[in-house]
Each structure stands twice: as C-alpha cells, then as structure tokens.
C-alpha cells in the first residue's frame, strides 16, 4: 500500500481523491462507518482547497503506530491565502463563503487525530488520521 497524491483544480479532482481514499480504507480493512467518515473528510477538505485557496493537493496514505494500529492520513496542501486566524475557523458555523461553516470543525470530529498549520501568504496544511485496531 502506497500514498497517493492527487492534485486538486477542479471539482472532478476531489472525486479520485475520494476514490483512492475509499480503495485505500478497503484495503485497510475500515469499517463502512469509518470509510464513511474519511471519505466525508476527504470531501470537505478537498472543496475547502478549491473554495480558499484555488487548488492544491491531497495525499492520503496508510500510516502505522507502534502500539499494533493501522490508519490512514488524509493530507490536504495549498499555497493559498491561508488562514489569518485558525482558532476562529475551527468554530462551528464560522465561514468566510457564506455556507455552513462545518467543513474543518466536522474533519476535526469525524477522525482521530488533526493538525492544522496555516501562515497567512503561505498556506495552509490539514493532517487527519483515521485510526483503526489491527484484528489478529
């Protein structure tokens, strides 16, 4: 299993983003619950890129933890604007677009673990991991 790169500029793109994602966790052995979970993570964090920062990148890709466990981490890259205050973004119902403003706040509770560094002129980077208990 390998990571996979997928460079969003346009809508289409979130879409094989979203399929490597959901073959990935397949391979994983995910629940159906958990592949849901990345694949709405995947989704969000892919319209944010195309919404705030004209396109960038997604990779998702297994990662391993020495405690026996298996996951998978969707990385979400832009060298857009970035973000002047994250803290504030990561309030439920906060959008500078006009829409519901659940987007990071949701990945934030659908996955186990996110990380967020943002540098207003820079970018911004998203990391959230999907953890799940190896069956022996």
């Not at 793109?13 to 399929?19: F, K, R």
């Not at 319209?47 to 297994?62: M, V």
Request: proline letters at 4%; one cysteine or more.
């Amino acid at each position: 299993m390998e990571a996979t790169i997928v460079r969003i500029q346009r809508e289409a793109d979130i879409y094989v983003a979203l399929s490597a994602g959901r073959r990935l966790a397949g391979e994983l052995q995910f629940t159906e619950t958990d592949r849901t979970r990345i694949e709405i993570c995947i989704l969000e964090l892919g319209h944010n890129l195309i919404r705030h920062a004209g396109g960038g990148e997604i990779e998702i890709s297994p990662v391993h933890h020495p405690q026996g466990m298996a996951g998978l981490a969707v990385e979400a890259r832009d060298h857009g604007p970035g973000i002047p205050d994250v803290e504030l973004a990561l309030r439920d119902g906060y959008s500078t677009t006009h829409s519901l403003g659940a987007g990071l706040p949701g990945v934030r509770r659908l996955m186990d673990e996110f990380h967020i560094h943002s540098t207003p002129g820079v970018g911004t980077t998203v990391r959230a991991v999907k953890w799940r208990t190896i069956r022996r």
